[in-house]
């Protein structure tokens, strides 16, 4: 089955320091992208990383780097030097192929909150 | 680049009236387009794969006469609910993929929030 897991319903982090976002997923895909999502409380899901399969380094964007340990299936998101901003919930997601089509699956979530 | 818009942003109508939701690509051209429906406090719930001049493809258990998906262009799809009731009330959101750099990326609209009366 092609799942993607999110075990932390919630975080919390002090500003200016990195937060750990957890993923994992289930493909017996060779081929697949992993994706991370914020969506604030407006509610638009804002993309902030991808991470193909084959990909050697881990991806990077900004503040935001993606730890790729395909061993492990595992693409947890590091979120370097929180701002309060950041404060949203959080979606891991991996692109599958079913029945000829390709479309994103979804973990549950995590909230994070940036405290001051 | 690559932003996706939503028309209406939130809307309130009564019980066995019909919705319809426009999405669209604004600086790209998409031929794949996706409704997706979240309840509160959960993650998104694929309705329905749109792609442009073909039906749409629905997901198990979605009622493709309920929700009726239109993609008339490469930039414009749409979602209506039919003879709505207070049960489709919901967050509705679309997305269109746009490939860069190798990969097919989904870029989400903002959004519509439907409250059935």
């Known amino acids: 089955a092609q799942k993607i897991t999110q075990t932390q319903p919630g975080m919390f982090v002090q500003e200016k320091e990195a937060v750990t976002l957890d993923c994992t997923y289930d493909?017996?895909?060779?081929?697949?992208?992993l994706f991370w999502y914020k969506q604030p409380s407006s509610g638009e899901m804002i993309f902030l990383i991808y991470q193909g399969s084959y990909d050697q380094q881990n991806a990077t964007e900004g503040r935001y780097s993606l730890n790729f340990q395909k061993a492990r299936k595992s693409a947890n998101l590091v979120i370097s030097a929180s701002q309060l901003g950041d404060s949203a919930m959080y979606f891991c997601a991996m692109r599958v192929t079913q029945g000829g089509s390709e479309k994103l699956v979804f973990g549950k979530g995590t909230k994070l909150t940036v405290n001051p | 680049g690559a932003v996706v818009s939503q028309h209406p942003s939130w809307v309130i109508c009564k019980s066995g009236t019909s919705v319809k939701i426009e999405c669209r690509s604004l600086?790209?051209?998409?031929?794949?387009m996706f409704w997706y429906r979240q309840f509160p406090k959960q993650s998104l719930m694929l309705m329905a794969t749109?792609?442009?001049?073909?039906?749409?493809?629905?997901e198990q258990g979605v009622e493709k006469d309920k929700f009726l998906i239109n993609h008339a262009s490469l930039t414009l799809s749409t979602l209506t609910v039919t003879s709505a009731h207070p049960e489709d009330s919901s967050f509705y959101i679309c997305?269109?993929?746009?490939?860069?750099?190798?990969?097919?990326?989904?870029?989400f609209g903002p959004g519509t929030r439907l409250t059935v009366l």
């Open positions: 749109s792609n442009e001049g073909s039906k749409a493809t629905y």
């Open positions: 493909t017996s895909d060779p081929s697949y992208g």
């Open positions: 600086d790209f051209q998409a031929t794949t």
């Open positions: 997305s269109a993929t746009l490939r860069l750099a190798g990969a097919d990326t989904q870029y």
